[in-house]
Antibody, heavy 126, light 108 residues
Framework: QVQLQQWGAGLLKPSETLTRTCAVYGGSFSDYNWTWIRQPPGKGLEWIGEINHSASTTYNPSLKSRVIMSVDTSKRQFSLRLSSVTAADTAVYYC????????????????????WGQGALVTVSS | EIVLTQSPGTLSLSPGERVTLSCRASQSVSSNYLAWYQQKPGQAPRLLIYGASSRATGIPDRFSGSGSGADFTLTITRLEPEDFAVYYCQQYGSSPRTFGQGTKLEIK
């Protein structure tokens, strides 16, 4: 059974940097891509980006200038940094696994997001 | 960016009824890489359907997905009390991955 557990500051001031780290327990780490998704209170889901075990990343263009994702395969952890936060970044942040597989050419074929962490509310307020 | 539009926004139904939710994309979804998720209050979303029509592990067969190109549907044949939740579609065929705004299924 795969479990994801994240941690980081839950309250930030405007202009600070949001940092979240997610640890993966169970299952393979290197065979999958890992993703961050957020959900403002009472609103829908927003994909932030994705990273694989080789630290290859894909970011949402709407956040790309402020986002950095990293991975530590030895610790089975991946992280999110979002700089210059504002109240608009207040949301529940989820770390999750993008189900899928790598083919012989190294391309990743995904089947959606199959394992999610519990979600953590991050509030940005002065 | 592919915009996904879900309809209706809210549905009021009774247990035992059949329901069809719609998800329309602003352009064709590559390889029908379309997923459906169920989210209950205070919980993370749960994957129901991937590849437009394949049920995820452990999902009851009353849930089914269909569609191709830019038009997709999620059908629940007989609503159970635990099915009342918010449903999201997501395309993962192109970047950025995008979600629909959700359809809320509420008890009548």
């Amino acid at each position: 059974q795969v479990q994801l557990q994240q941690w980081g500051a839950g309250l930030l001031k405007p202009s600070e940097t949001l940092t979240r780290t997610c640890a993966v327990y169970g299952g393979s780490f290197s065979d999958y891509n890992w993703t961050w998704i957020r959900q403002p209170p009472g609103k829908g889901l927003e994909w932030i980006g994705e990273i694989n075990h080789s630290a290859s990343t894909t970011y949402n263009p709407s956040l790309k200038s402020r986002v950095i994702m990293s991975v530590d395969t030895s610790k089975r952890q991946f992280s999110l940094r979002l700089s210059s936060v504002t109240a608009a970044d207040t949301a529940v942040y989820y770390c999750a696994r993008a189900a899928g597989y790598y083919d012989s050419s190294g391309s990743y074929f995904t089947f959606g997001i199959d394992y999610w962490g519990q979600g953590a509310l991050v509030t940005v307020s002065s | 960016e592919i915009v996904l539009t879900q309809s209706p926004g809210t549905l009021s139904l009774s247990p035992g009824e059949r329901v069809t939710l719609s998800c329309r994309a602003s352009q064709s979804v590559s390889s029908n890489y379309l997923a459906w998720y169920q989210q209950k209050p205070g919980q993370a979303p749960r994957l129901l359907i991937y590849g437009a029509s394949s049920r995820a592990t452990g999902i009851p067969d009353r849930f089914s997905g269909s569609g191709s190109g830019a038009d997709f549907t999620l059908t629940i044949t007989r609503l159970e009390p635990e099915d009342f939740a918010v449903y999201y579609c997501q395309q993962y065929g192109s970047s950025p991955r995008t979600f629909g705004q959700g359809t809320k299924l509420e008890i009548k």
